[in-house]
């Protein structure tokens, strides 16, 4: 009936098995121990039942009667319990003492590492990994009491991304931090997006759309920004240099000022929001860029991009970029470059 199992440790104890649970039942309901009864009754072999036993009287969940040593009674299993565990709950609460103790000497070090900070002119900082720069970004979070900038490049952002996102912008909003978000016109696409943009407007932040950005880019209070490290790695360089996230706020200003306020592709027409993204390519095409910028600069992937520049150059009959280039500027398909804050 019950296959033959391990105890589990506890700490340096061992706690009961399924054996041991079950016989101790059978002795709690029989009131006296026979072992060939038990062993019967449970579907157990002899010697399991013996060894159960065994463990159950090591473990002081069965104690024998002073007056009669083959009745075993048994023990109040949460009295048991507390002394298995003590040593366990004590181990805990060391490793956790240990845990604090840690913490306050890295944190001691904290501000000789600010100080140094304030010592370099430059005020820059490298944060080289992922989770690093997701600590950092929690921490300035907190800390933001005013306004945070953001630049998003890129249509598409995961869902889980975005319910990670949603906690912390709430918490930041409900503060009375001023929150405004440029994401590139492509976003109006996706869905998920969308669907954050609604939820977190209602609770008071801003998005608009633009078809170029300049890059990713977040600012706290005016004070301190973070923009990605050089290459392809999940860095971050975090700016203190006040000039320099004066200049990086002031080309937010400049882009925020010329975008469009967040609204799906569907409000606006599919058809008119498709128009601007392909005159902007146009237009970058005259410029003699290669695919995979045109993708970085307009936030789509290289297919997207490349099925576009295809379309486009079928349209307008050209053979080479640099023709289509010519037959758009000639058919005034560029629009005005002081549209453009890049003009």
Same mark, same amino acid.
């Given at each position: 009936m019950f296959k033959a199992d391990e105890s589990r440790t506890i700490g340096s104890s061992v706690g009961p098995g399924n054996r041991e649970m079950a016989l101790y039942q059978w002795v709690v309901g029989n009131e006296r121990l026979d072992p060939d009864r038990a062993a019967r009754e449970l579907g157990l072999g002899r010697d399991?039942?013996?060894?159960?036993?065994?463990?159950?009287?090591?473990?002081?969940?069965?104690?024998?009667d002073v007056d009669d040593p083959a009745r075993l009674r048994p023990v109040d299993p949460d009295?048991?319990?507390?002394?298995?565990?003590?040593?366990?709950?004590?181990? +805990? &609460? #060391?490793?956790? !003492?240990? %845990?604090?103790? +840690? &913490? #306050?000497?890295? !944190?001691? %070090?904290?501000?000789?590492?600010?100080?140094s900070l304030r010592r370099v002119s430059v005020g820059l900082e490298l944060v080289p990994g992922l989770q690093?720069?997701?600590?950092?970004l929690n921490r300035a979070s907190a800390e933001c009491t005013e306004e945070i900038l953001t630049s998003q490049p890129?249509?598409?952002?995961?869902?889980?991304?975005?319910?990670?996102?949603?906690?912390?912008?709430?918490?930041?909003?409900?503060?009375?931090?001023r929150m405004r978000t440029l994401y590139h016109h492509t976003a109006r696409f996706?869905?998920?997006?969308?669907?954050?943009?609604?939820?977190?407007?209602?609770l008071g932040a801003e998005y608009r759309t633009a078809h170029e950005l300049f890059g990713r880019l977040i600012v706290f209070d005016r004070r301190v920004?973070?923009?990605?490290?050089?290459g392809d790695g999940w860095?971050?360089?975090?700016?203190?240099?006040?000039?320099?996230?004066?200049?990086?706020?002031?080309?937010?200003?400049?882009?925020?000022?010329?975008?469009?306020?967040f609204s799906d592709a569907a409000t606006d027409g599919l058809e008119a929001v498709a128009k601007d993204i392909d005159r902007t390519i146009v237009r970058l095409l005259a410029e003699g860029m290669k695919d995979e910028s045109i993708a970085r600069r307009l936030g789509m992937s290289l297919r997207t991009a490349r099925k576009h520049i295809a379309d486009i150059m079928e349209?307008?009959?050209?053979?080479?970029?640099?023709?289509?280039?010519?037959?758009?500027?000639?058919?005034?398909?560029?629009?005005?470059?002081?549209?453009?804050?890049?003009?």
């Open positions: 399991e039942v013996d060894a159960a036993v065994t463990a159950l009287t090591e473990l002081g969940l069965l104690k024998a009295l048991v319990a507390a002394v298995v565990t003590n040593s366990l709950e004590k181990s +805990i &609460r #060391d490793q956790q !003492a240990e %845990l604090h103790h +840690i &913490r #306050d000497r890295f !944190a001691s %070090l904290r501000g000789h590492y600010l100080d690093e720069v997701r600590a950092a890129g249509g598409t952002r995961a869902p889980g991304v975005l319910k990670e996102a949603l906690a912390r912008d709430t918490e930041m909003l409900s503060r009375g931090v996706n869905g998920p997006s969308q669907a954050y943009v609604a939820l977190v407007s209602g920004a973070f923009i990605p490290e050089q860095g971050a360089v975090v700016v203190r240099e006040p000039s320099v996230v004066h200049f990086l706020c002031e080309v937010f200003e400049q882009y925020w000022t010329h975008a469009e306020p349209t307008l009959g050209a053979e080479s970029r640099f023709q289509a280039g010519a037959l758009a500027a000639r058919h005034g398909l560029l629009g005005d470059p002081a549209e453009s804050p890049t003009g």
